[in-house]
């Protein structure tokens, strides 16, 4: 049995299951929600409606989008002959925040894990190869992690038989680390220094 009435019960378990967001944070959320005015309340929940409802993902480099195909992709000003190859479509955003790319982008929606069961097939890879030109570069921005390094191995092979002029970021990046909690100032200089593999 549990000690909240129902409806308090039901919110909590559902505000657990969101990532980083453990038993006792999703009770401090749910009281903090009860005491809200219920305007607040209204407004999130429609906010979570609508970013289903209104967002998608860019059917060519797979950022959140409006339109099927975004902004970035669109963008005339861009260097569509270098392409910055990323894990999730937040890692975009944080080079993004550094404002000193200007290529476009392409999330992978994941790493190669064997042992999650994770292979290629599962990874946005036909959709890669088929974007990619002899000649272009293709920056592969992985996390520094074990699965990211063996992605980077399986990807970059490939690519080199498609004659495109791959490179990575560059090392000092702390294994294990995420691109996207990272401070801008390294992913600059990781991204100025980026070697060919
Ligand atoms: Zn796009």
Redesign the pocket.
């Known amino acids: 049995m549990s000690l909240y009435p129902k409806s308090a019960n039901l919110l909590i378990e559902r505000l657990a299951k969101l990532p980083g967001v453990g038993r006792a944070t999703a009770q401090r959320l749910a009281f903090f929600i009860l005491k809200s005015d219920q305007k607040e309340n209204i407004a999130l929940a429609s906010a979570i409606k609508e970013i289903k409802e209104n967002i998608s993902f ?6 959140m ?1 409006e339109s099927e ?6 963008d005339q000003n861009r260097d569509s002959n270098i392409i910055c190859v990323v894990e999730e479509p937040q890692d975009i955003y944080s080079f993004e925040k550094t404002n000193s790319f200007k290529g ?2 392409h999330v992978l929606g994941g790493v190669l894990s064997p042992l999650d069961g994770i292979g290629p097939d599962d990874l946005n890879l036909d959709s890669l190869y088929k974007r990619v030109m002899r000649g272009m570069e293709v920056i592969l921005a992985t996390n520094p992690s074990v699965e990211g390094d063996t992605t980077c191995l399986y990807i970059s092979k490939k690519l080199e038989e498609l004659g495109v002029d791959v490179t990575k970021l560059a090392r000092g990046l702390p294994v294990g680390s995420d691109l996207e909690y990272m401070d801008e100032l390294t992913l600059v200089r990781a991204m100025e220094g980026r070697t060919s593999i």
Request: hydrophobic content about 20%; charged content about 15%.
């Open positions: 860019c059917s060519e480099c797979g950022i989008s195909i975004c902004h970035i992709c669109t476009k982008y």
